[in-house]
């Protein structure tokens, strides 16, 4: 190219003086054609060469290809080339933690923690705890393979999660990591931006998080969500008793994401949807379980909504497009944008079609509503669904908008509360003492309300067991910022502009230095004994009652005005809703549906393990391949229920 632009009279002949009044009179003196004409050169010698052989002969349709395909490979090679040299420069100027992992071999050199994570997908979790043990400190960095170019930092340092979330919150964003998901899960309030660095400015996440905090605080809220949930309770209770009684078990892992689904197309968009129903429908024509109710989809009100489509059908699709897009995380960027453009693979291709599936349900929906509230049959007034709320109070979100804020409000209110609920029933289910305990609780105790849940100190007993199981099996056990600019963490390590910072939820919350006897359920650890009346202790036992609460100078935990009794973890020691301005806005509502679900099944029945050897332990059960998100049982949880008299 250099001979080219030689041949150029009057391109180059000007820029060999050095004179700086010369050299800009030159550049003044330039035509375009000055440049036009050596690329016009350049492009026409490319073509020939692609279509004409050296006797200046047209090459066959055959020829042609084998060029460009020769051509295309060699630029891909080169992109890569380029790309891995300018990720060895960036790595030696980023990777500044005091602690480095996956830097002393070759092979961690070019392959860096992808080989590990992709031996480790199945229990990724768990090779989060294998790692810091290796590291032996609470802050390391690790590298990435020469392919992406991502730094990764992991902590479990309380200093460095407030830093993160409340000191400095504009300056750690979600960043490139929600691209794996927000091509396809779209712009909701847990994959969008905020701050000033932020594409929009954070407008997107500031009007989301302006609606959920409304829809949650509107009036009657609690009533209204207390109402449905207890309903979809009383319905588990009546559908389990068949079980009971002809002696066959359920899969928890499956019954209760059937469950929360049901409760949140109550809760978000006002439609009844019996999910509960067809997947214990499915386990009892395994099991030959005799006068359950038979499924017929053509009677549910989600079946005539959506034109012919089940919950659960619907459930299965979001489930997929979930795990399948975190999957892109080990995946180099371009190469899951050019499979995804192109469908040249069938996961892609399966991605596409939930995708399809969960969109059509939203713009469905809508179009129902939006007829709902033309024709009078839908008001401000009795929007306490989202869905109407937003169509009825947030008017200035478009059905885009809408989709995205309700997919993660599905991911928010089903998945995480389903988790919790899943691990809670076996922890319960491996020791028939802590059950029974809750039960005498409940029994004893005055009615289960939304108040005597979660604005009184009326279920002590229920409400340490509820925060132990939630850090012992975080439902989102790891999260991700990305900071806009270098800087150095309070624990003195050196994080790159747009590296990756995981803190681990999961091991900060079986941490034995911020949580000491971290693998026992100890409910007392969150009760103060001192503002709780004599007869909410009945349950406890004498050393229970000895126990004094580790407040280490008020950081480990928080104080509730109302409720002195009831601790609740300090956000920064046990992130499990997030903390500081993007805290859970539907943390209130998660917590009542799990104390509410435990309690009422502990009330009417005795839990047992089907398989007793999966309780030896906390972590017998494994969590489903790719969890990155969310822990979920890989291969369910038999439990069978046994009618209290």
């Known amino acids: 190219m250099l001979s080219t632009l030689r041949s150029q009279d009057g391109l180059l002949s000007p820029l060999r003086s050095f004179n700086a009044d010369d050299l ?180 997107k996440w500031k009007g989301q998080r302006r609606a959920s905090t409304s829809v949650f605080k509107q009036r009657g809220f609690d009533e209204f969500l207390f109402t449905q949930w207890s309903q979809k309770m009383t319905y588990l209770k009546e559908l389990l008793t ?63 909504a959506t034109g012919g489509l089940s919950a659960s059908v619907f459930a299965e699709n979001f489930d997929y497009l979930l795990r399948a897009t975190c999957s892109r ?126 604005e009184s100190d009326s279920f002590p007993f229920l409400h340490g067991i509820v925060w132990e199981f939630l850090r012992i099996h975080p439902p989102v056990p790891v999260n991700t910022k990305t900071p806009v600019r270098d800087v150095q963490l309070p624990s003195g390590d050196w994080v790159a502009k747009n590296s990756f910072v995981h803190y681990n939820i999961g091991v900060m919350c079986r941490s034995e230095e911020l949580w000491p006897n971290a693998m026992e359920i100890r409910p007392e650890r969150w009760i103060d004994f001192k503002h709780l009346s004599e007869d909410r202790k009945s349950v406890f036992t004498k050393s229970e009652l000895a126990t004094t609460p580790d407040f280490r100078n008020g950081e480990k935990f928080q104080i509730r005005p109302k409720v002195k009794a009831l601790l609740e973890p300090n956000v920064y020691f046990m992130p499990v809703f997030q903390a500081g301005s993007r805290e859970c806005t539907g943390r209130r509502l998660a917590l009542f549906e799990i104390k509410y679900g435990l309690a009422y099944l502990c009330k009417h029945f005795m839990m047992r393990l089907k398989d007793p050897i999966i309780g030896k332990t906390f972590d017998s059960i494994p969590t489903e391949n790719g969890a990155v998100i969310m822990i979920d049982m890989k291969k369910g949880c038999e439990i069978d229920y046994i009618e209290r008299i």
């Open 329 to 454: 995380f080990t995946t180099p960027g371009f190469i899951w944008r050019t499979q995804r453009l192109f469908q040249l693979t069938s996961m892609e291709q399966k991605i596409t079609k939930s995708n399809t599936v969960t969109t059509n349900f939203c713009q469905k929906l809508f179009t129902l509503r939006e007829k709902q509230i033309e024709n009078g049959e839908q008001s401000a007034s009795t929007c306490q669904d989202f869905l109407s709320y937003l169509l009825n109070v947030e008017k200035d979100f478009t059905p885009k908008e809408c989709r995205d804020f309700l997919i993660a409000m599905i991911l928010g209110g089903r998945d995480t509360t389903a988790s919790a609920l899943m691990y809670g029933t076996f922890l319960l289910a491996r020791d028939r003492l802590l059950q029974d305990r809750v039960a005498e609780e409940i029994i004893n105790g005055p009615e289960l309300t939304f108040d005597n849940l979660m």
């Open 24 to 203: 800009l009179n030159s550049v003044r003196s330039l035509k375009p054609d000055s440049f036009l004409n050596p690329l016009r050169s350049l492009a026409t010698s490319a073509n020939r060469s692609l279509l004409l052989d050296s006797n200046e002969m047209p090459l066959s349709k055959l020829a042609i290809l084998g060029r460009v395909g020769m051509f295309g490979l060699t630029t891909f090679c080169a992109t890569v080339f380029v790309q891995i040299c300018q990720n060895i420069l960036r790595r030696k100027r980023t990777l500044r933690c005091k602690k480095m992992l996956y830097t002393d071999t070759w092979h961690h050199f070019m392959f860096g923690v992808v080989t590990d994570l992709l031996k480790n997908w199945e229990r990724m979790h768990h090779f989060y705890f294998d790692l810091f043990e290796i590291a032996e400190v609470t802050t390391f960095g690790a590298q990435m393979s020469l392919m992406q170019n991502i730094e990764l930092v992991y902590t479990i340092d309380p200093k460095n999660v407030r830093f993160m979330l409340c000191d400095n919150f504009n300056q750690f964003i979600k960043g490139p990591i929600n691209q794996f998901c927000k091509v396809e899960m779209g712009e909701g309030i847990f994959f969008v931006d905020h701050g000033p660095h932020a594409e929009d400015k954070g407008t």
């Open 242 to 304: 068949y079980f009971s009684k002809s002696g066959k078990s359920v899969d928890i892992s499956r019954m209760y994401l059937a469950l929360t689904m049901d409760a949140f197309m109550e809760i978000g968009f006002g439609l009844q949807a019996d999910s509960l129903l067809e997947v214990l429908n499915y386990d009892a024509k395994n099991k030959k379980c005799p006068g359950l109710p038979k499924y017929e989809a053509e009677k549910c009100a989600f079946y005539a």
